[in-house]
């Protein structure tokens, strides 16, 4: 005979009423809705150039102007930068795991807004960039990762990345 303390091996819940079904569907839709949500998000990282501690004490002092930063947009759990290349004809684009560009010193991410586009198509509206970011092209002043981003984040249809992050360039 079972103790008091143990409910019986075959004890069954009570099955549940349709309002208690209906709140729990419409619970779990919810919490589907918010992790797409979540993926959908786009963030944009922002790194010191490099690990040097005079970038990072530079970049504390002029970051509300401008700095020397390192950018890339996140994206359906990628992040996406573009950089330079000495082969001819190789893109510039990249993708990493985000928030950890080989080189820099992340800073600090900020939210652009939810993407529009479903996982497919964002990296579609990314792959056509590519053609138009060729590593070789890659110019620290007129043409960097943080241009890059501004045409990542148009063909993504979010919001653009705040402008004191190319401000010096």
Do not use: M
């Not at 918010?34 to 998000?41: E, F, G, L, P």
């Amino acid at each position: 005979e079972p103790s008091a303390a143990q409910p019986p091996a075959e004890e069954q819940r009570p099955p549940l009423s349709p309002d208690k079904r209906a709140a729990l569907a419409a619970l779990t839709s919810a919490c589907r809705e918010r992790a797409q949500s979540a993926v959908r998000q786009v963030v944009i990282h922002v790194y010191d150039v490099s690990r040097a501690e005079a970038i990072a004490q530079l970049n504390d002092v002029t970051c509300v102007v401008g700095g020397v930063f390192h950018a890339g947009v996140e994206i359906y759990g990628r992040e996406w930068s573009s950089g330079s290349r000495v082969e001819p004809g190789v893109t510039g684009v990249y993708s990493i795991e985000p928030r950890s560009c080989p080189g820099h010193v992340w800073r600090e991410s900020i939210r652009l807004g939810e993407c529009p586009l479903d996982e497919q198509a964002a990296r579609a509206a990314i792959a056509a960039l590519e053609p138009r970011w060729p590593g070789e092209g890659y110019d620290l002043i007129r043409r960097n990762c943080a241009h890059f981003c501004d045409d990542v984040c148009a063909a993504l249809g979010v919001e653009q990345p705040p402008r004191w992050l190319n401000r010096f360039a």
